[in-house]
C-alpha cells in the first residue's frame, strides 16, 4: 500500500534534484573550501566517524575547519547553538543534539562545531566570527542548498541501499542513480562483511567486491574507499563526560601489528558486559563487539536518537543484572545524552575508530 507514496517521494527527490542541476534552485557558496559528507538511505551507515574524520585531516594540514550540522532531535531545531567554539564545549545535547556533541568531544582543539537548519546562514556567521577557512557538511549530500567542492556519500557494506526502494517503504532518501553526484564513495563497515578482518590485506570477499562494482557503475566518476570500524579503547563513561580522547582504556595489549591485539577485551570477562544504544542500526553496534571478541550476555536497545532519562537507566542496570552482567558498555553517541544519570554499575563508553584501506590517497583527495 506504501508503493505509491515511494513512488511519489522518488519524483519529488527528482525534480528537485533537476531544479538545483539547472539553476532553477539557487545554491550558496560558503565563502570557504566545503566538503559534505552524507548518506544515500536513512539511518545509521557510519557518517559521524567520517565526518570527525575529514575534520581532523582539514585541520591537521592547517585549516581553520567548522562543522556545519543541522542537530536533529534537539529541542529548538530553529535555534543556532554554537556548540564548541574548538577548545571547549558550550552546549548539551538538548540544546544541540546528541552527534553534534559527540562531534564537539571528538574534534575538541580541532573544529568548531554549529548546529543550525541554516547552513549558508550559519557558514557566514562562523566565517566571520572565527575566520573559518575549511566547512564539513553533516548530512550535506541533500542539502543542495549549500554548494561544495567534495561531495562523499557514505554506504554501508552491511546494509548497502537499505533493500533498494524509497521511502516510506525503503531507506532509500533518493533514487539510487543520484549516487552519481558522489565525487567519493566510502563503503562503511566491511569488517562486519563476511570474515574479513584485515584491510590492509587482499580483500577476497565476494560481497565487498561486488558491492565496490555496482557503486562504480551507478558513480563511474567517482573514487571508491573501503573502510572499517575498529574499537581502540573502552572509557569510563565519567571520564567520557569530562572530555577524555578516548586513550585512557583498558589495557589493549602489547602488540599493535596484531589486528586484534588492540581489542579491549582483555579486563572484561566473558559474557560479564551488557551493551545498550539508541542507534539508527544498532546491530552493526553489537556486532563490532562480537567482532572483537566482546562477548556481552545481553542487550537493549532504543530509537535513533532517544534521549536517556533515570527510569531508563534503572531499567538497562535490571536488565544487566538479570543475566548477570557487571559491566555495561554503550556508545559516544549515546553518552553525552547521560551527563547527570546515576548508574549502579560500571559503563564504559566503546571508542571506534574509522580506518582506510587507503588512509594516504584519501586525505589527498580532500
Same mark, same amino acid.
Given at each position: 500500500?506504501?508503493?505509491?507514496?515511494?513512488?511519489?517521494?522518488?519524483?519529488?527527490?527528482?525534480?528537485?534534484?533537476?531544479?538545483?542541476?539547472?539553476?532553477?534552485?539557487?545554491?550558496?557558496?560558503?565563502?570557504?573550501?566545503?566538503?559534505?559528507?552524507?548518506?544515500?538511505?536513512?539511518?545509521?551507515?557510519?557518517?559521524?566517524?567520517?565526518?570527525?574524520?575529514?575534520?581532523?585531516?582539514?585541520?591537521?594540514?592547517?585549516?581553520?575547519?567548522?562543522?556545519?550540522?543541522?542537530?536533529?532531535?534537539?529541542?529548538?531545531?530553529?535555534?543556532?547553538?554554537?556548540?564548541?567554539?574548538?577548545?571547549?564545549?558550550?552546549?548539551?545535547?538538548?540544546?544541540?543534539?546528541?552527534?553534534?556533541?559527540?562531534?564537539?568531544?571528538?574534534?575538541?582543539?580541532?573544529?568548531?562545531?554549529?548546529?543550525?537548519?541554516?547552513?549558508?546562514?550559519?557558514?557566514?556567521?562562523?566565517?566571520?566570527?572565527?575566520?573559518?577557512?575549511?566547512?564539513?557538511?553533516?548530512?550535506?549530500?541533500?542539502?543542495? @542548498?549549500?554548494? /561544495?567542492?567534495? $561531495? %562523499? *556519500?557514505?554506504?554501508?557494506?552491511? +546494509?548497502?541501499? &537499505?533493500?533498494?526502494?524509497? =521511502?516510506?517503504?525503503?531507506?532509500?532518501?533518493?533514487?539510487? @542513480?543520484?549516487? /552519481?553526484?558522489? $565525487? %567519493? *564513495?566510502?563503503?562503511?563497515?566491511? +569488517?562486519?562483511? &563476511?570474515?574479513?578482518?584485515? =584491510?590492509?590485506?587482499?580483500?577476497?570477499?565476494?560481497?565487498?567486491?561486488?558491492? /565496490?562494482?555496482?557503486?562504480?557503475?551507478?558513480?563511474?566518476?567517482?573514487?571508491?574507499?573501503?573502510?572499517?570500524?575498529?574499537?581502540?579503547?573502552?572509557?569510563?563513561?565519567?571520564?567520557?563526560?569530562?572530555?577524555?580522547?578516548?586513550?585512557?582504556?583498558?589495557?589493549?595489549?602489547?602488540?599493535?601489528?596484531?589486528?586484534?591485539?588492540?581489542?579491549?577485551?582483555?579486563?572484561?570477562?566473558?559474557?560479564?558486559?551488557?551493551?545498550?544504544?539508541?542507534?539508527?542500526?544498532?546491530?552493526?553496534?553489537?556486532?563490532?563487539?562480537?567482532?572483537?571478541?566482546?562477548?556481552?550476555?545481553?542487550?537493549?536497545?532504543?530509537?535513533?536518537?532517544?534521549?536517556?532519562?533515570?527510569?531508563?537507566?534503572?531499567?538497562?542496570?535490571?536488565?544487566?543484572?538479570?543475566?548477570?552482567?557487571?559491566?555495561?558498555?554503550?556508545?559516544?553517541?549515546?553518552?553525552?545524552?547521560?551527563?547527570?544519570?546515576?548508574?549502579?554499575?560500571?559503563?564504559?563508553?566503546?571508542?571506534?575508530?574509522?580506518?582506510?584501506?587507503?588512509?594516504?590517497?584519501?586525505?589527498?583527495?580532500?
Amino acid at each position: 500500500m506504501l508503493s505509491p507514496l515511494a513512488w511519489i517521494y522518488a519524483q519529488i527527490a527528482n525534480l528537485r534534484n533537476w531544479m538545483c542541476d539547472r539553476g532553477l534552485l539557487r545554491s550558496f557558496d560558503l565563502g570557504a573550501r566545503t566538503i559534505s559528507v552524507g548518506n544515500i538511505t536513512v539511518g545509521g551507515t557510519g557518517k559521524t566517524p567520517l565526518v570527525a574524520y575529514v575534520a581532523e585531516i582539514l585541520s591537521d594540514r592547517g585549516e581553520r575547519v567548522c562543522v556545519l550540522t543541522r542537530g536533529y532531535g534537539r529541542r529548538d531545531p530553529k535555534q543556532r547553538v554554537l556548540v564548541s567554539d574548538r577548545e571547549q564545549i558550550l552546549a548539551n545535547a538538548i540544546d544541540a543534539g546528541d552527534e553534534p556533541v559527540e562531534l564537539a568531544q571528538r574534534l575538541l582543539g580541532k573544529a568548531v562545531v554549529v548546529a543550525d537548519g541554516d547552513r549558508v546562514s550559519a557558514a557566514r556567521w562562523a566565517k566571520d566570527k572565527f575566520g573559518i577557512t575549511a566547512f564539513v557538511l553533516d548530512d550535506g549530500f541533500q542539502h543542495r @542548498r549549500a554548494k /561544495r567542492d567534495v $561531495d %562523499i *556519500v557514505c554506504i554501508d557494506a552491511t +546494509n548497502p541501499f &537499505g533493500g533498494g526502494k524509497m =521511502l516510506p517503504v525503503g531507506r532509500l532518501r533518493e533514487p539510487i @542513480r543520484n549516487l /552519481r553526484r558522489a $565525487d %567519493i *564513495v566510502v563503503v562503511t563497515r566491511c +569488517n562486519l562483511v &563476511g570474515e574479513i578482518s584485515n =584491510l590492509r590485506s587482499e580483500i577476497s570477499d565476494s560481497e565487498i567486491l561486488n558491492l /565496490r562494482s555496482e557503486i562504480s557503475k551507478l558513480a563511474p566518476n567517482s573514487r571508491v574507499f573501503l573502510a572499517k570500524n575498529k574499537i581502540i579503547g573502552l572509557v569510563e563513561i565519567e571520564k567520557f563526560q569530562n572530555g577524555s580522547d578516548g586513550t585512557e582504556s583498558i589495557d589493549q595489549g602489547e602488540s599493535p601489528s596484531d589486528d586484534h591485539a588492540e581489542r579491549p577485551n582483555d579486563d572484561v570477562p566473558e559474557n560479564s558486559a551488557f551493551a545498550f544504544c539508541a542507534l539508527g542500526n544498532p546491530d552493526n553496534f553489537f556486532a563490532q563487539l562480537a567482532k572483537e571478541d566482546l562477548t556481552v550476555a545481553g542487550t537493549k536497545t532504543f530509537t535513533d536518537h532517544h534521549f536517556y532519562k533515570q527510569n531508563d537507566l534503572d531499567a538497562i542496570v535490571r536488565d544487566a543484572r538479570n543475566v548477570d552482567a557487571q559491566i555495561l558498555l554503550t556508545t559516544a553517541k549515546d553518552a553525552v545524552k547521560m551527563q547527570d544519570l546515576e548508574c549502579a554499575l560500571p559503563c564504559f563508553v566503546v571508542v571506534i575508530e574509522m580506518q582506510f584501506e587507503d588512509e594516504g590517497a584519501f586525505a589527498s583527495l580532500l
